[in-house]
């Protein structure tokens, strides 16, 4: 039996569900593995999103990211958030691999855990929190890292 996933409407991931809010102009995506968690977003939003290249999806995911550690556990994306991430530049280099860094050090069981750079490379999250699109991106994250001690 096959089931109906549901995808991010950023992303194209898997997601948990989307469910349409009370007031019917927005959606509550549940369980994105981009963004960690859930997100709200509103139906033009939704359209909004397609014209993104991936490098605007990145910065979109970072304001995200950012508005959930500033405490939002249900971002909103609108259309004035897409259109911010348009013109917003990327982070500079080394703010990307610090936040690689930190989501190592994070996502690790005890001191001294190595990570799977097979894994690594196409974790949902590590691409997120360093504003990656591709693999590449995250393999060269790590050799800065590893030159950098």
Not at 91 to 109: D, G, K, Q
Request: aromatic share 8%.
């Amino acid at each position: 039996m096959e089931t109906n996933k549901e995808l991010c409407p950023i992303w194209d991931d898997i997601v948990t569900r989307i469910i349409r809010c009370d007031d019917r102009d927005a959606f509550v995506v549940e369980g994105s593995p981009r963004i960690g968690g859930d997100y709200k977003i509103s139906a033009q939003a939704m359209q909004d999103v397609g014209t993104l290249n991936s490098k605007d999806k990145a910065k979109l995911t970072t304001f995200l990211l950012e508005l959930g550690r500033a405490g939002d556990r249900t971002p909103l994306v609108d259309s004035d958030l897409v259109e911010k991430a348009k013109f917003e530049n990327p982070l500079p280099v080394y703010v990307r691999a610090e936040r690689l860094l930190r989501y190592l050090v994070n996502s690790a069981t005890w001191i001294g855990h190595s990570f799977q750079s097979n894994i690594i490379f196409v974790d949902p999250e590590a691409l997120a929190g360093s504003e990656s699109t591709l693999s590449k991106d995250i393999s060269y994250f790590v050799n800065y890292l590893t030159d950098m001690g």
